[in-house]
Structure formats: structure tokens, C-alpha cells
């Protein structure tokens, strides 16, 4: 790949007719076949050449091809089965990628380069000593330059919220210790029943002269529930299938051994969402993650005994994580945890209570490790006011009105705009990459049951929907909250908090709205880059507005 394009056949020895997503798609596979931390997983200008450096990566284009395949083929996975046919499937159907421990080829493409060391052909040693693989991250090695800092996090967040292939790849994601009967959860709802007594059951299926169940069938209980797969002499074995509505259990797949689940699982609730894990003894016991309905990420943490502890990690809609070490009943609670903006690196440290802000600081992240699957980080020393979570109301904005969001400040400014008679606009301080979170819309909140009444136009101007659906495209409900910022406030004098209610309005917009969790203000819209925006250029969005209902100047 060279500057976004694709060079000739006989330079790289691959189809021209691949498209982006397959050369990306290849170079991860190579970058698993061949354990090599030198291929870049970004689109950066880089050369593929078949000179000595390349000899040993690309040397086999059958398996490069075939590892086109099999991501294509996981690519189509419907939604409807919440990716079952992914890589927990894919998986089972390579036997050979079971052994993580063992299998050298399984790398994570978590790679962290020196941004100070230049490449050359003659500084090929050098950049591998600056380089260094997900094993070197695991030998307590803190990470502590900036870029690498956040570059860290970015290709660890991306690997282990990717709905394609195995998002605990070169993880340590199992957990060694034996499992304490005396304190475990099981997350089986069935653990232990192998065609004993202690459940009323029906079976479809075989048995062996001691009347246990022997070979394929089906268990179907009283409570709705059912297990299907294969039982030898009274223990399951192998791959099986549970569902059981009592526990909010659509279907859970998964392996077993001597009648025990083990090893990676899967379970998709009845609300859609679904959780990925490992499992020992019928227990979550190594990392795990749970998916949304619309497979986004909602956490990743680490279990032991069924339990959640050490680091864990919440994704927050829209963007933004809370971490932290959960406390006894699995929640993110205490004097040390952690909100993270989208920049990786502002962020709120103190006290939180079931992932909502109590008293925190402004602080910075400047440190971080990856230890057992699960990123740890180190802060700067805090500083700045305390903070809280505090929600607008219909009659209050907030209880600081001039302080700027740190990192809505670090984006943009708000000056006069270039359109005529518009007032003020908010302009890009920074170059803006697409599907930035630049700017926040809080204000007071308009009750769904609240309609405009006989309010005209330059009063009601402010007023946006809080909802919008997921990929900010249309509302979430068209008889819901409403923020909006009442006229003695409009001015940056008086409230300058969040500004994205300075945004200008343009036919061809360079911004979308977006809903975002904020961690002082919670709910509410905010600004989206849609293209890349140079410095100094003004940002526009797209009202949306009825043109049966809407003021004079859209209408024109």
C-alpha cells in the first residue's frame, strides 16, 4: 500500500482487484502467520517489496489468500445469530488454533513502535530493538512515550472491541489457577446435570447399558431450557448448546470436558447482548468481554472464579472509558478510578460509584502496560477543581457555566463566523481526522411531554433531540428529551461550558450530531466530524429542519 493506492502485480505479487479491506485483512493475516510486529496495521505510506527485508513476509501468497478467504467469509456473518458463525466457530473448526500457549503463530497484532527511531536500510536492527511485541508488553514494561502511549491503547482497544476473528489473540486470555468450588459463579445453568435426578428433563437420544446418556441428543426441561450436543457415557463432551430462559439465556455455545464447560464461550442473553469468555469449571475465568445487540463493546474484564477483578474497563456510549479495579461486587467503585476521553489521554481521576463521577480531577495519561490481556495506565498528578457527575434539569444548565470541557478545548474555538449574519462558529483548532468527537451539546432539558407551544423561532432556535440512534442518523423516538439553551446563556460570556450549540448550519456539512456520555454532564448530543478539517476551518452540521416548520432564513 503506497499513499492510500496499490502498487503493480509484479512488484507485490498480489491481485490488483484486492480491495482495501482484503490488504488490510492480508496484512493482519500475515502479521499473525509470520509473528512479525514490523507490519503495520496502519494506512500509512508503506512498501510491500519482494527484496531480501520481505523474504520471510511474504513468502506464501496461498496462505495470504486463504486468510483473505476465511475474513471475507466471517465478514458475512448475519447479525441475526449474533456472529456465532465468527471466531468462536472459527475456532472449533481449526483445532490447531486452540493452543495458545504453544502456538507461536498466534501473536497479537498489539504492536508498539519507538516514534523516535527512523527507519533505514541499514537501521533494520535498530527499529527491532525499538519494537516491541505483545510478549515484551507483558514483562511489565510500561510504555511511557506520549505516542506510543496512545497508540497503545488504540491498537488494544480496536483488537479487543473487533467483531472479526479472536479478540483475545495473544493474550494470556485464560486464567491458570484451579477453580474454588466454595466461592465460584457458574455462569452454566446447568452445571452438573448430567442425567441425574435432579432435574425433571426429557431426552431425545441414546443411552448405554447403565442407562446414562451416551452419544447425540437433547435434554429439554420443565423451565423451558435445553441442552443439545453430545454426551459420552453421562458426561457432555465436546461441542455443546444451552439455552434456558430463567437465566436470560438465549443460547450459549460452547466446549466441554467430563461434563464441564471450558476453554472459550459464548452466551447471547435474551435482550441481544452477548458476552465472550473464557471458562473453567462452568465459570468465567480469564478475560472476557460483553457485546451491545448492535455488537459494540460494552466492557472487557477478567474473571476468576466467575468473578470479575483486577482492572477491568467500560466503554461509554459514544465514546470514552471508565477503569479501574472493581471492587467486591464487581463495579467500578472507589478512590482510584479512571474516566478516559476519546483522545486517550485527558482524563478524570478520583472517587466513582458504579461508574458515576462522585469527586475527580483533571489529570493526563502518561503511562501504560498491558498485564494479562488488560491494560493498566499511570496518570499524571491531578489538578484543577474537583468535579461530579451532575445532570442538567429543565430550569439548571450546570454549576460551573465558564469552564471549558478540557477536551472540547483542545479541539476548538468558538470566533466569528465566516457566513453571513451567523453570529459566532466553532472552528477546528486542531486538524481533524473523520469520526472525531470535537464538540458537546449541554444544556437544560426539555421534558418529551413538553411541547413549543406558541414559542416562536428565535426562542426555541437551540432545541435538539438528545436521542439519535447509534450511527447518528435519525432520532431515536420522535417524542423524546430535547436539550436546549435558553437566550440568557447563548452567549460564550455567559456559558461556554460546551459550545457545539455555536456550530453553524450548511447543506454540505463537514460534522454530524452524535450522543455522547459525558462524565459531568451525562447524556447529551455532541459534534462528529464526517471528513478530515484543517486546522482553522469552520465546522458546519446539518439541522434537519421540516420545511413546513422552520425559520425563515433555512427556508431560503
Not at 478475560?287 to 467500560?314: A, D, E, F, H, Q
Not at 499524571?380 to 442538567?392: M, R, V
Not at 483542545?410 to 449574519?421: D, G, I, L, R, T
Request: aromatic residues 10%; contains cysteine; hydrophobic residues 30%.
Amino acid at each position: 500500500v503506497v499513499n492510500n493506492d496499490y502498487t503493480d502485480t509484479e512488484e507485490t505479487g498480489l491481485e490488483n482487484t484486492m480491495n482495501k479491506t482484503s490488504v488490510i485483512l492480508a496484512l493482519h493475516q500475515l502479521r499473525i502467520q509470520t509473528n512479525n510486529p514490523r507490519i503495520s496495521m496502519e494506512i500509512v505510506p508503506l512498501s510491500l517489496r519482494s527484496d531480501n527485508q520481505h523474504d520471510g513476509t511474504i513468502s506464501n501468497i496461498d496462505a495470504l489468500n486463504e486468510g483473505i478467504q476465511r475474513n471475507e467469509s466471517m465478514d458475512t456473518a448475519s447479525d441475526s445469530d449474533n456472529g456465532l458463525n465468527s471466531w468462536y466457530d472459527n475456532l472449533r473448526n481449526d483445532p490447531g488454533m486452540l493452543s495458545v500457549s504453544s502456538c507461536s503463530s498466534r501473536s497479537s497484532s498489539l504492536s508498539i513502535s519507538s516514534s523516535t527511531t527512523s527507519r533505514s536500510e541499514s537501521g533494520s536492527n535498530e527499529e527491532e530493538s525499538n519494537t516491541y511485541s505483545n510478549d515484551d508488553i507483558n514483562e511489565n514494561c510500561w510504555i511511557t512515550n506520549h505516542n506510543d502511549v496512545v497508540k497503545t491503547l488504540q491498537d488494544w482497544l480496536h483488537q479487543i472491541g473487533s467483531v472479526h476473528g479472536d479478540p483475545f489473540m495473544g493474550f494470556e486470555a485464560s486464567e491458570n489457577s484451579p477453580i474454588n468450588s466454595r466461592i465460584a459463579i457458574r455462569s452454566d445453568p446447568y452445571h452438573g446435570f448430567e442425567g441425574k435426578d435432579m432435574l425433571e428433563y426429557e431426552w431425545h437420544g441414546p443411552v448405554d447399558k447403565e442407562g446414562n446418556l451416551h452419544g447425540k441428543g437433547t435434554a429439554t426441561f420443565v423451565d423451558g431450557g435445553e441442552l443439545c450436543g453430545v454426551w459420552y457415557h453421562g458426561l457432555r463432551k465436546g461441542k455443546c448448546t444451552t439455552s434456558c430462559p430463567d437465566k436470560n439465556i438465549r443460547i450459549m455455545v460452547g466446549e466441554y470436558k467430563n461434563g464441564k464447560l471450558v476453554g472459550p464461550g459464548r452466551i447471547v442473553y435474551s435482550n441481544g447482548e452477548t458476552l465472550e469468555g473464557n471458562f473453567r469449571d462452568g465459570c468465567l475465568h480469564g478475560l472476557s468481554r460483553l457485546m451491545s445487540s448492535k455488537r459494540k463493546i460494552v466492557w472487557i474484564r477478567r474473571y476468576s472464579n466467575g468473578m470479575p477483578y483486577r482492572t477491568c474497563w467500560n466503554f461509554v456510549s459514544g465514546g470514552g472509558y471508565i477503569m479501574g479495579q472493581v471492587d467486591l461486587a464487581g463495579k467500578l467503585s472507589g478512590q482510584e478510578i479512571c474516566y478516559i476521553y476519546p483522545d486517550f489521554k485527558t482524563c478524570y481521576c478520583g472517587t466513582f460509584k458504579d461508574s458515576i463521577m462522585i469527586q475527580a480531577k483533571l489529570s493526563q495519561v502518561t503511562e501504560v502496560k498491558l498485564r494479562k490481556g488488560m491494560m493498566e495506565i499511570k496518570t499524571a498528578p491531578a489538578t484543577g477543581p474537583d468535579l461530579k457527575f451532575e445532570l442538567s434539569t429543565r430550569n439548571w444548565i450546570s454549576g460551573n457555566l465558564l469552564k471549558r470541557d478540557p477536551y472540547e478545548e483542545q479541539m476548538v474555538e468558538v470566533k466569528k463566523s465566516e457566513v453571513a449574519m451567523a453570529g459566532e462558529g466553532v472552528y477546528a483548532k486542531v486538524d481533524l481526522f473523520p469520526d472525531t468527537i470535537v464538540a458537546f451539546y449541554n444544556g437544560i432539558r426539555i421534558p418529551a411531554d413538553e411541547g413549543d407551544g406558541d414559542i416562536d423561532w428565535e426562542d426555541c432556535s437551540y432545541r435538539i433531540f438528545v436521542e439519535v440512534d447509534e450511527d447518528a442518523t435519525s432520532i431515536d423516538c420522535e417524542d423524546c428529551e430535547r436539550m436546549d439553551i435558553p437566550p440568557e446563556f447563548r452567549s460564550t460570556d455567559k456559558y461556554c461550558a460546551t459550545v457545539a450549540h455555536k456550530v453553524n448550519h450548511n447543506f454540505n456539512p463537514n460534522c454530524r450530531f452524535g450522543k455522547f456520555h459525558h462524565p459531568v454532564f451525562g447524556p447529551i448530543p455532541c459534534i462528529v466530524t464526517t471528513q478530515f478539517i484543517e486546522a482553522g476551518r469552520e465546522l458546519f452540521t446539518y439541522y434537519k429542519y421540516m420545511l413546513n416548520d422552520c425559520p425563515q432564513w433555512y427556508a431560503d
